[in-house]
């Protein structure tokens, strides 16, 4: 037998973002624009709480849905803020990243050939997941329906191997919500079609405009909806590791015998400090929220000061213009504006070819690094046109 790496593995590439970013070495001086991370340390209170468990010897497995006490406050969560029920002890499992929740759900609800639609652009972390396990991804294009995604065009994409729908709002990369009516909209296309729906809502606490609705509150698609979540970018926790999965028991129960074998439990200081967060620190995003708008409203104003057409967001913390009237690739005006313009931006089509002709830009930078990027951006720009 020859020695030979997964051919499945094998076809996938590292991300878009990750190759793009891994140029900046060489532009020690640019103006970085591309993290996807908030800029604002993990509040004190949390960071303690993760200290004072490690000082009382806390660094046990836990059960491998996660400690009970924090699965009953990342329910109590999402009632209080929303209004959905899930049952704690059977419906909630703490992962370590929002990353491994999708990991251990799609490791369990596909099979060989299932398709997953997911609406494009998007998060380039979710095709890798999906095909390791087998599964295909059916891209439902919103590049010309100011990135929502338009119900009718949807139900032309189920067919009978659709296993499951994907949705990220606010999304990244584009920032865009999806307001109650339009999920309204798409939930009546979903209802009539036997498949999983699968939400992740991470950026759900960075919203700017109506509050943020949950695809996991119809009640005709409970028993076939998981939310996906975490503490990455509403606390400013991307390096703690810890997410959540909630869903139905009859399917959850699944779920958690691949997370127990992939991962036992979650990282356990890394739990207590999110109970910390979930219990006393649910409003902390609001405050964050406060500088994020500034920061979008400012970036928006130059960018449509420059004459570049931007649909304005109302969430996470990116914003996603459109380059093609300058007639090259994202790839390559991501590339001339670092090298000739000093700002690194990530070029669309790192999110699907459903991206090309679009540029991330994210600002989750102080308003000192937003201006001097603006500034650097807009005679970049000059010199195109
Ligand atoms: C849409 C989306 N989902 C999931 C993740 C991964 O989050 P985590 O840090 O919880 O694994 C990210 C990270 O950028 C993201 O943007």
Redesign the pocket.
Same mark, same amino acid.
């Given at each position: 037998m020859s020695i030979s790496i997964n051919s499945r593995i094998k076809s996938i590439e590292i991300s878009g973002i990750r190759q793009f970013s891994n140029q900046l070495i060489d532009f020690p001086e640019a103006i970085n624009l591309t993290i !996807?991370?908030p800029d604002f340390p993990t509040p004190e209170a949390v960071k303690l709480a993760a200290i004072e468990a490690i000082r009382n010897d806390q660094t046990s497995y836990t059960h491998n849905a996660g400690l009970l006490e924090l699965r009953a406050e990342i329910a109590s969560f999402f009632q209080d803020k929303y209004g959905l029920n899930y049952d704690h002890k059977t419906e909630v499992i703490v992962t370590n !990243?929002?990353?491994?929740g999708?990991d251990s759900l799609f490791r369990a609800i596909l099979e060989e050939g299932d398709e997953v639609i997911l609406p494009a652009p998007a998060?380039p !972390?979710y095709q890798p997941i999906i095909e390791l396990c087998g599964g295909k991804v059916i891209y439902l294009d919103t590049s010309d329906t100011g990135f929502q995604p338009d119900p009718q065009r949807l139900e032309g994409l189920i067919t009978d191997r659709t296993k499951a729908v994907l949705m990220?709002f606010p999304s990244?990369p584009t920032g865009i919500t999806m307001e109650s009516e339009q999920l309204e909209k798409v939930a009546a296309v979903l209802e009539k079609h036997e498949l999983f729906i699968v939400t992740?809502e991470?950026?759900s606490e960075n919203s700017y405009g109506e509050k943020h609705s949950t695809f996991a509150r119809f009640e005709s698609l409970r028993n076939r909806t998981f939310l996906v979540h975490?503490l990455?970018?509403s606390h400013s926790m991307?390096g703690w590791?810890i !997410?959540f999965v909630l869903g139905p028991e009859m399917y959850m129960k699944h779920v958690l015998k691949v997370h127990q074998y992939n991962a036992i439990c979650a990282a356990v200081p890394s739990q207590f400090a999110a109970l910390e967060a979930m219990k006393n620190q649910r409003y902390l995003p609001a405050e964050m929220n406060k500088e994020y708008l500034q920061r979008r409203d400012f970036v928006y104003g130059r960018l449509t000061g420059m004459g570049i057409d931007v649909i304005l967001p109302n969430g996470a913390f990116y914003i996603f213009p459109s380059i093609e009237k300058f007639g090259i690739s994202s790839f390559e005006f991501a590339t001339r504006l670092l090298k000739e313009g000093g700002v690194a931006a990530v070029p669309g089509s790192a999110f699907t070819i459903y991206g090309e002709g679009f540029v991330r830009i994210s600002y989750a930078y102080s308003m000192a690094v937003l201006e001097e990027g603006m500034d650097r951006l807009e005679k970049f720009i000059d010199t195109l046109n």
């Open positions: !996807g991370q !990243g929002a990353s491994e999708l998060y !972390g990220n990244n992740d991470i950026y975490g990455s970018k991307t590791r !997410g």
